[in-house]
């Protein structure tokens, strides 16, 4: 086995508990130096049966299942390249390339990939995999709304490719949406081609404390009823203090001072107006158990208002964060909170009709206590044989998504 990784071009070492995925050591780390050595160090893993993990920027490891196994783990770093078509507003991206090397290229030429990042440090084939990005979907869509084509070894070796590098290319356009968000279960990313938007001339953020939940919903649904068009409206509320809204607009300079005056009226009371996002801008922390919420749009306030209240009945506290007009939120538990706290509030979500909360990145003794990390998945039938197909020997992050895929 060792000769045959040696051969695929990548030299193998011994894991560490630094590669640790899920608390498994790995027994193999191979860093391949190009596309073709990855699809030969993942053929040889297919004919030897080995399981295979995949890395990046190494910021995702603890999101998901953990593994069932892990004999191979694959380091994607060196996969890095940024072919940018200025002119057709495309960029394709080797998987390794760090997020925030691809956005400096990009804003050079006054472009941008519009989707805000919830981690610091990750690469761009780890955002793809865990498909989650932050409160400027509302005006641009979700990361997979964003990608155009991919390149994806599958299990057994093979590069395939899906979608192409102009937007009006839609070919394979939904395998690359199988592929964004499956934490690598179903083939390993290789690169990504994304359309791009210009960078906005002009923005401004206002921002508004919200004193009760109603008031918040009154606020939110004042700016639907406004033609302010705003890139985002992101509802932040903080384990300690009354929550708030920052409503993102961006475009030209001409009109921007009426969108203003027209998102202060809808906000009420006492409001600020920045030309810059606030720091930390999408990102969540980086400790601590993690929920995504997904509910009606009309409901988000009155979600994060209920989150809340469960978490202040099972004794903890809860960060509640995200993109109120989409009914996309993220709950943050503190660090080593109760594994039975985050499962009350959990289930106390989901037995919403239309609610739903997956637990996105749990702490270890919250796997350990069996805590249900999807709840209830429709869709779950279809996923598997979707998995069947693309990995029929189960070898690609066993365990790391929905119902053990």
Same mark, same amino acid.
């Given at each position: 086995?060792?000769? &045959?990784?040696?051969?695929?071009?990548?030299?193998?070492?011994?894991?560490?508990?630094?590669?640790?995925?899920?608390?498994?050591?790995?027994?193999? $780390?191979?860093?391949?130096?190009?596309?073709?050595?990855?699809?030969?160090?993942?053929?040889?893993?297919?004919?030897?049966?080995?399981?295979?993990?995949?890395?990046?920027?190494?910021?995702?490891?603890?999101?998901?299942?953990?593994? =069932?196994?892990?004999?191979?783990?694959?380091? +994607? +770093? $060196?996969? +890095?390249?940024?072919?940018?078509?200025? &002119?057709?507003?495309?960029?394709?991206?080797?998987?390794?390339?760090?997020?925030?090397?691809?956005?400096?290229?990009?804003?050079?030429?006054?472009?941008?990939?519009?989707?805000?990042?919830? =981690?610091?440090?990750? !690469?761009?084939?780890?955002?793809?995999?865990?498909?989650?990005?932050?409160?400027?979907?509302?005006?641009?869509?979700?990361? =997979?709304?964003?990608?155009?084509?991919?390149?994806?070894? =599958?299990?057994?070796?093979? %590069?395939?490719?899906?979608?192409?590098?102009?937007?009006?290319?839609?070919?394979?356009?939904?395998?690359?949406?199988?592929?964004?968000?499956?934490?690598?279960?179903?083939?390993?990313? !290789?690169?990504? !081609?994304?359309? /791009?938007?210009?960078?906005?001339?002009?923005?401004?953020?206002?921002?508004?404390?919200?004193? #009760?939940?109603?008031?918040?919903?009154?606020?939110?649904?004042?700016?639907?009823?406004?033609?302010?068009?705003? #890139?985002?409206?992101?509802?932040?509320?903080?384990?300690?203090?009354?929550?708030? /809204?920052? %409503?993102?607009?961006?475009?030209?300079?001409?009109?921007?001072?009426?969108?203003?005056?027209?998102?202060?009226?809808?906000?009420?009371? &006492?409001?600020?107006?920045?030309?810059?996002?606030?720091?930390?801008?999408?990102?969540?922390?980086?400790?601590?158990?993690?929920?995504?919420?997904?509910?009606?749009?009309?409901? #988000?306030?009155?979600?994060?208002?209920?989150?809340?209240?469960?978490?202040?009945?099972?004794?903890?506290?809860?960060?509640?964060?995200?993109?109120?007009?989409?009914?996309?939120?993220?709950?943050?538990?503190?660090?080593?909170?109760?594994?039975?706290?985050?499962?009350?509030?959990?289930?106390?979500?989901?037995?919403?009709?239309?609610?739903?909360? +997956?637990?996105?990145?749990?702490?270890?003794?919250?796997?350990?206590?069996?805590?249900?990390?999807?709840?209830?998945?429709?869709?779950?039938?279809?996923?598997?044989?979707?998995?069947?197909?693309?990995?029929?020997?189960?070898?690609?992050?066993?365990?790391?998504?929905?119902?053990?895929?």
């Amino acid at each position: 086995m060792f000769a &045959d990784l040696n051969a695929a071009g990548s030299e193998p070492r011994p894991g560490t508990d630094e590669d640790a995925v899920g608390g498994l050591v790995p027994a193999l $780390v191979v860093r391949p130096p190009d596309e073709a050595a990855a699809a030969r160090v993942t053929a040889v893993a297919a004919r030897h049966g080995l399981s295979a993990l995949f890395r990046g920027g190494g910021t995702a490891l603890d999101w998901g299942g953990p593994p =069932r196994s892990a004999d191979l783990l694959v380091d +994607t +770093t $060196v996969l +890095t390249w940024i072919e940018h078509n200025a &002119d057709d507003l495309v960029v394709t991206v080797g998987a390794g390339t760090p997020v925030a090397e691809l956005a400096d290229v990009l804003a050079e030429a006054g472009q941008r990939l519009s989707a805000d990042p919830v =981690r610091s440090g990750g !690469t761009v084939g780890g955002m793809v995999a865990t498909g989650v990005c932050g409160p400027r979907r509302l005006l641009y869509g979700a990361l =997979r709304d964003l990608v155009i084509g991919m390149t994806v070894v =599958r299990a057994d070796g093979v %590069v395939t490719r899906t979608g192409g590098r102009v937007v009006k290319n839609v070919a394979g356009y939904d395998l690359a949406k199988l592929h964004t968000g499956a934490l690598g279960t179903l083939g390993l990313i !290789t690169s990504v !081609t994304f359309r /791009l938007h210009p960078a906005p001339p002009s923005l401004r953020v206002v921002s508004a404390a919200v004193p #009760s939940p109603a008031r918040g919903e009154r606020a939110v649904t004042a700016l639907r009823a406004r033609a302010v068009a705003p #890139s985002a409206v992101a509802l932040d509320w903080p384990s300690e203090g009354p929550p708030s /809204l920052h %409503v993102v607009l961006e475009g030209m300079a001409e009109g921007m001072a009426a969108r203003v005056s027209e998102v202060r009226d809808a906000l009420g009371g &006492d409001t600020v107006v920045a030309e810059r996002l606030p720091e930390g801008w999408g990102l969540v922390p980086e400790r601590g158990t993690l929920a995504l919420v997904s509910c009606p749009p009309a409901e #988000s306030v009155a979600a994060a208002a209920r989150i809340r209240e469960l978490a202040g009945t099972a004794g903890t506290e809860v960060l509640v964060r995200g993109s109120a007009p989409s009914g996309s939120l993220h709950a943050v538990f503190p660090p080593a909170t109760d594994a039975a706290a985050v499962a009350e509030v959990a289930e106390g979500v989901r037995c919403r009709p239309g609610w739903s909360l +997956t637990l996105l990145r749990a702490e270890p003794h919250v796997h350990a206590a069996g805590v249900d990390l999807w709840g209830e998945v429709p869709g779950l039938a279809l996923m598997r044989s979707v998995k069947d197909a693309l990995d029929p020997d189960r070898q690609l992050a066993p365990g790391r998504f929905v119902g053990g895929i």
